[in-house]
């Protein structure tokens, strides 16, 4: 099939290299034109695995191609989907100007019948304002469809996500549309990846009511991790504890410093204000947001309970992005954990295997704020390790050197990442999250 993808961020860019991938033609427009000549040669502008690999695969394949002409794009394929960014407003609304932009774009250049399909995250019932809109500016009479088909990929793991779906999601008003569709992700259904079709208004909501649930589930363990604190339990128990029933299951509940990046902390607030539009208040998910963002507060509490005074002291933070196998450092809790410590006085040596550059942008390096390469430099005569992503490297990291390398062997883990017991025989002292503490004094 001829696909056309409009925006190259990164929803629209893992969809448009995997559908090639699959053997699709696939034309993504771009308009920032710094981010297009690095996407004709195949780099990719943000990390992704294998991202990269994949487009150079079908740049040479000539089945990817870039334009930053959106009259090129759209006279490409009958097949349009929408990926540009719907960023937060001030009022925790979506901005949505840039799906209106399109919507107008793709009439104005429409000769011929086309699906055009939401794939951005957008609150419920936008797709009556693309409908409105492409009417609107339709300059011939041809007919068309608005559908949704929300994505669901995880930074960090999108290829495989897209690949490997739970589910796919479509929501359409007319059987020709469904048929497209059916189509489309015919390589999926016959493998038995599930179709969900319903209709456009489920779908856009349906994807919001996920990312939400997910992000209630991680407030909900982090309470459950407090509670674990004051009574002597260990969170992680509890969590597998409640897993196994099918029901619920161990997924999201690992608890730690909360969630960030560029989806929940939106979605979250978007959710709410889309509830609170449609005269339903949404309380639930108020608490769920509150929980969060009080995490990265508790977090420092929980360093000055444990070294008294930051000023002067060495401290190392290992994880600067909102979570592993990412550079995505949007909405990250390292963020407010390194400006609260900065402005204490830390002496702080900031260390992330992807996310550094993105991190100097907002932080810059000054005396007192050090960025290292190697995550060991970090721990050079440190008072206190703080670790914040939950990369692999930090797991498989060697504690006995770690230990050597520290002036204090204390270890504040956001993320669980150490077994409780290890830490103990090696000497640490070790704090984390809803689970027993090593104390020395
Ligand atoms: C999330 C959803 O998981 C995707 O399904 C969705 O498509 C995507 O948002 C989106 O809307 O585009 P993502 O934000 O990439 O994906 O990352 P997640 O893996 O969901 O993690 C989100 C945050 O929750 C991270 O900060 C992570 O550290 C935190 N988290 C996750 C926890 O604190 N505990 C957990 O048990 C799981």
Same mark, same amino acid.
Not at 144 to 165: C, H, K, Q, T, W
Not at 168 to 194: D, M, N, S
């Given at each position: 099939?001829?696909?056309?993808?409009?925006?190259?961020?990164?929803?629209?860019?893992?969809?448009?290299?995997?559908?090639? %991938?699959?053997?699709?033609?696939?034309?993504?427009?771009?308009? /920032?034109?710094? $981010?297009?000549?690095?996407?004709?040669?195949?780099?990719?502008?943000?990390?992704?695995?294998?991202?990269?690999?994949?487009?150079?695969?079908?740049?040479?394949?000539?089945?990817?191609?870039?334009?930053?002409?959106?009259?090129?794009?759209?006279?490409?394929?009958?097949?349009?989907?929408?990926?540009?960014?719907?960023?937060?407003?001030? =009022?925790?609304?979506?901005?949505?100007?840039?799906? @209106?932009? #399109?919507?107008?774009?793709?009439?104005?250049? &429409?000769?011929?019948?086309?699906?055009?399909?939401?794939?951005?995250?957008?609150?419920?019932? =936008?797709?009556?304002?693309?409908?409105?809109?492409?009417?609107?500016?339709?300059?011939?009479?041809?007919?068309?469809?608005?559908?949704?088909?929300? +994505?669901?990929?995880?930074?960090?793991?999108?290829?495989?996500?897209? &690949?490997?779906?739970?589910?796919?999601?479509?929501?359409?008003?007319?059987?020709?549309?469904?048929?497209?569709?059916?189509?489309?992700?015919?390589?999926?259904?016959?493998?038995?990846?599930?179709?969900?079709?319903?209709?456009?208004?489920?779908?856009?909501?349906?994807?919001?009511?996920?990312?939400?649930?997910?992000?209630? *589930?991680?407030?909900?363990?982090?309470?459950? #991790?407090?509670?674990?604190?004051?009574?002597?339990?260990?969170?992680?128990?509890?969590?597998?504890?409640?897993?196994?029933?099918?029901?619920?299951?161990?997924?999201?509940?690992?608890?730690?410093?909360?969630?960030?990046?560029?989806?929940?902390? $939106?979605?979250?607030?978007?959710?709410?204000?889309?509830?609170?539009?449609?005269?339903?208040?949404?309380?639930?998910?108020?608490?769920? @947001?509150?929980?969060?963002?009080?995490?990265?507060?508790?977090?420092?509490?929980?360093? !000055?309970?444990?070294?008294?005074?930051?000023?002067?002291?060495?401290?190392?933070?290992?994880?600067?992005?909102?979570?592993?196998?990412?550079?995505?450092?949007? !909405?990250?809790?390292?963020?407010?954990?390194?400006?609260?410590?900065?402005?204490?006085?830390?002496?702080?040596?900031?260390?992330?295997? *992807?996310?550094?550059?993105?991190?100097?942008?907002?932080?810059?390096?000054?005396?007192?704020?050090?960025?290292?390469?190697?995550?060991?430099?970090?721990?050079?005569? #440190?008072?206190?390790?703080?670790?914040? =992503?939950?990369?692999? %490297?930090?797991?498989?990291?060697?504690?006995?050197? &770690?230990?050597?390398? &520290?002036?204090?062997? /204390?270890?504040?883990?956001?993320?669980?990442?150490?077994?409780? !017991?290890?830490?103990?025989?090696?000497?640490?002292?070790?704090?984390?999250?809803?689970?027993? +503490?090593?104390?020395?004094?």
């Amino acid at each position: 099939m001829r696909i056309t993808v409009i925006g190259a961020g990164y929803v629209g860019l893992v969809t448009a290299a995997c559908f090639s %991938e699959l053997g699709n033609e696939v034309m993504c427009v771009e308009k /920032i034109s710094s $981010k297009l000549e690095k996407l004709r040669k195949g780099e990719s502008p943000i990390y992704e695995p294998g991202l990269e690999e994949m487009l150079k695969k079908n740049i040479s394949k000539g089945r990817i191609h870039f334009t930053d002409d959106i009259k090129e794009g759209v006279a490409f394929a009958d097949v349009i989907f929408i990926c540009v960014g719907t960023p937060q407003s001030e =009022t925790g609304k979506a901005d949505l100007s840039q799906v @209106e932009e #399109a919507s107008r774009q793709i009439a104005e250049n &429409m000769d011929r019948y086309k699906l055009v399909i939401e794939k951005s995250t957008v609150p419920v019932n =936008t797709h009556q304002w693309v409908k409105r809109t492409i009417e609107r500016y339709l300059k011939t009479d041809v007919d068309f469809d608005v559908a949704s088909n929300p +994505e669901f990929l995880r930074e960090g793991s999108a290829i495989y996500d897209f &690949m490997n779906p739970d589910r796919i999601v479509v929501g359409v008003e007319t059987e020709r549309a469904k048929q497209i569709f059916e189509e489309l992700y015919k390589p999926f259904t016959e493998k038995g990846f599930p179709l969900i079709i319903t209709n456009t208004a489920a779908a856009e909501l349906i994807k919001h009511a996920s990312n939400s649930f997910l992000a209630m *589930k991680i407030s909900y363990i982090n309470m459950i #991790a407090d509670l674990c604190e004051k009574v002597g339990a260990d969170v992680e128990e509890v969590a597998d504890g409640m897993g196994y029933d099918k029901r619920i299951g161990r997924a999201f509940l690992n608890a730690g410093i909360g969630y960030g990046g560029s989806c929940f902390p $939106k979605d979250v607030k978007a959710f709410i204000k889309i509830a609170e539009d449609n005269g339903v208040d949404f309380g639930l998910l108020r608490e769920t @947001e509150k929980i969060n963002s009080e995490r990265r507060v508790k977090f420092v509490e929980r360093l !000055e309970e444990i070294i008294w005074i930051s000023k002067d002291k060495n401290i190392a933070v290992w994880g600067l992005a909102f979570k592993p196998n990412t550079d995505d450092i949007r !909405e990250t809790p390292a963020l407010d954990i390194v400006k609260r410590l900065k402005e204490e006085g830390a002496n702080l040596r900031l260390h992330d295997p *992807k996310a550094e550059e993105n991190f100097k942008q907002v932080v810059p390096e000054i005396e007192n704020v050090i960025y290292v390469e190697d995550k060991y430099d970090a721990l050079k005569e #440190a008072d206190v390790l703080l670790i914040i =992503t939950d990369w692999d %490297e930090y797991k498989e990291a060697d504690l006995d050197k &770690m230990k050597e390398l &520290m002036r204090l062997p /204390i270890v504040l883990d956001g993320r669980n990442i150490y077994d409780v !017991e290890v830490m103990k025989e090696k000497g640490f002292e070790y704090y984390s999250i809803g689970r027993p +503490e090593i104390k020395k004094c």
